[in-house]
């Protein structure tokens, strides 16, 4: 299982669920961040608002959805955010006590 972490302008959040929706992934989280590029000039105490909406998804569909990510959020222009992959060691359901691959 790989968690995936898009951070994108508040303007796609809605276009980039509904795209990896589409491609099968169950449920979303969604964060409303502050945050400055690498590549940006240092303003202090000045960062520019995103949304982070954080899937988990089994291995085989990594590429599909972060395909649909880039494709909806692209704009072509700086700023239009970053995706960040993460192994996913194990899962816990707290309700169910399951472990492990879980329908995510």
């Known amino acids: 299982m790989k968690k995936i972490e898009a951070i994108v302008p508040a303007g796609t959040k809605d276009a980039v669920i509904t795209a990896i929706k589409k491609v099968g992934v169950g449920g979303v989280t969604v964060h409303q ?18 949304d982070m909406i954080i899937c988990v998804v089994d291995d085989p569909k990594l590429d599909e959805v972060i395909d649909a990510i880039a494709n909806v959020a692209c704009t072509g222009t700086k700023g239009d955010g970053k995706v960040f992959v993460t192994e996913i060691v194990d899962a816990l359901d707290i309700c169910t006590k399951k472990r492990g691959t879980m329908d995510i």
């Open 33 to 50: 961040v502050q945050g400055q590029g690498a590549q940006d000039p240092p303003l202090v105490g000045q960062y520019f608002s995103r």
